[in-house]
């Protein structure tokens, strides 16, 4: 091929988080008598991690990011007014037709019960977008010419947004994640639209599941961020 890499946000990530792991150390168990890890240690733990999404290890099913798997094709099931059954083949997911309304999704051996309304509140944000959107662009580099590519979550005119689930929340939570570079430049450099203007993270800050209330509610944080092609080149 004419291209010496190809590279994904997630592959960027996992980089950032190898380059940053003295920093993110100190800032998490800096301060702790008695570290869950040394600070080599989890430098080791971020160079494996850097390694195996090189290497496209297959990883064990991992609930949190199977949550936000499933999440997402809810979502994307209500933008377009799916049903059930036109969803991935993978996902078994059924809606409930009486009070408490919840949307229940098995998956990889997991069972979530989603609240419709958060649901469908995360869903309006993407009037008619283009969901998991196939995007690539080429980037020159001094090691060689590299295809930055991926899938980006939703596209509505000038903006892409990246549906984050999560268990906790902070402002510029995502600063340092790739998605908002490589999406917005993928979609511009190949032609497939001349301007993004901007890039949202759209946290969804999910609950915890009880007994008491087995339905998982959640609070919407966008992170929204100005895109400048020329920077992100």
């Known amino acids: 091929s ?11 990530d996992a980089f950032q988080a190898f380059l940053d792991a003295e920093h993110d150390w100190g ?12 600070a080599e240690e989890y ?15 297959p ?9 936000g798997t499933a999440f997402n094709e809810v979502v994307d099931m209500i ?6 059954g036109e969803t991935r083949s993978d996902m078994d997911i059924r809606l409930s037709n009486s009070e408490p309304y919840f949307i229940y999704v098995k998956f ?5 019960y989603f609240d419709t309304h958060l649901c469908t509140k995360v869903a309006e944000r993407y009037p008619y977008a283009i969901s998991q959107y196939p995007c690539g662009a080429p980037l020159q580099t001094s090691k060689g010419l590299v295809w930055l590519y991926g899938y980006l979550d939703e596209w509505v005119a000038y903006k892409i947004s990246d549906i984050k689930t999560t268990g906790e929340y902070h402002f ?3 600063e340092r994640k790739w998605q908002k570079h490589v999406y917005p430049y993928a979609v511009v450099e190949s032609g497939d ?10 946290a969804v800050k999910l609950s915890k599941p009880t007994e008491k209330d087995p339905i998982i509610h959640g609070e919407i944080y966008p992170e929204v961020y100005t895109n400048d092609h020329e920077q992100n080149r």
């Open 2 to 12: 004419e291209y010496s890499y190809a590279i994904t946000p997630s592959q960027l």
């Open 27 to 38: 800032q998490w168990w800096g301060n702790s008598e008695e570290p869950a890890k040394s």
């Open 43 to 57: 430098a080791a733990e971020c160079e494996k991690k850097l390694i195996d999404q090189i290497n496209r290890c």
């Open 59 to 67: 990883k064990e099913p991992i609930e949190a990011a199977d949550r």
């Open 79 to 84: 933008i377009h007014n799916l049903t059930p």
């Open 108 to 112: 990889n051996g997991f069972e979530w």
């Open 172 to 174: 510029g939570k995502y």
């Open 193 to 202: 639209c001349t301007e993004i203007q901007e890039f949202e993270y759209t």
